[in-house]
């Protein structure tokens, strides 16, 4: 187990709603990066997190957005919902900002129907 | 092109063969490489991480050849806990976007 937990594991949510997923890092990891992955996929970066403040982000639009708590732990908020949104949003943390071993939950499962 | 290709697969291999994963990458600048491993419906989880070195953990060797950006991971003795996909992971300049290969899916049989 890394340590790193998400909740919720499974969610439905129909277009056009809004979602938002939880995310607690590993004990002592500040950096906190999330993913989407479908369905035979890799990992898609969406954005990283250091010190409560977005350190970097990838091609995602604005109806993604994030925040980061003082304990480190993170939320991801999908706004607006996509079909295509559908997917395994994983989180993972890691003890630095650049170039870590990263440790990753087991992922929230979103379907949008 | 993708920032970051991996074999296709799937590799259907026989308990006790040896099978070479290849990854390349777009970026010239980047900085950290890794090989995660994922289970079925699991999340990734790190195998090892690429020096331009190259590195061995016990049956598994992985190698970094930045002049081609290229990234390889070995495989011997291929046992049936293998079975898995293997992703290729680069860290963009900068350090803070990582980057997934689609992954490579290996079966092994008895």
């Known amino acids: 187990e890394t340590g790193v937990t998400q909740s919720p594991t499974h969610l439905i949510k129909t277009r056009g709603q809004q979602v938002t997923l939880r995310c607690s890092s590993q004990?002592?990891?500040?950096?906190v990066s999330w993913y989407q992955q479908a369905l035979g996929q890799g990992p898609q970066f969406i954005f990283q997190?250091?010190?409560?403040?977005?350190?970097g982000r990838g091609n995602f639009p604005p109806r993604f957005s994030g925040l980061q708590f003082p304990n480190y732990s993170s939320e991801l908020n999908v706004n607006a919902l996509e079909l295509d949104d559908s997917a395994l949003y994983l989180c993972?943390?890691?003890?630095?900002?650049?170039?870590?071993?990263?440790?990753f939950g087991p992922g929230t499962r979103l379907t949008v129907l | 092109r993708k920032e970051v290709e991996q074999d296709p697969g799937p590799f259907n291999v026989p308990e006790g063969a040896t099978v070479a994963f290849n990854c390349t990458y777009s970026?010239?600048?980047?900085?950290?490489f890794f090989w995660y491993r994922q289970d079925c419906r699991k999340e990734p989880k790190l195998l090892m991480s690429?020096?331009?070195s190259g590195n061995e953990d016990g049956r598994f060797t992985a190698q970094l050849n930045r002049a081609s950006q290229y990234i390889s991971l070995l495989i011997r003795d291929s046992k049936l806990s293998d079975s898995a996909t293997y992703l290729c992971?680069?860290?963009?300049?900068?350090?803070?976007?990582?980057?997934f290969g689609a992954g490579t899916r290996l079966f092994v049989k008895a």
């Open positions: 970026n010239s600048a980047s900085q950290s």
């Open positions: 690429v020096y331009s």
């Open positions: 997190y250091y010190r409560e403040e977005e350190n």
């Open positions: 992971v680069v860290n963009a300049a900068g350090g803070f976007k990582t980057i």
């Open positions: 993972a943390s890691s003890p630095k900002r650049e170039g870590n071993e990263q440790f």
């Open positions: 004990s002592g990891h500040n950096t």
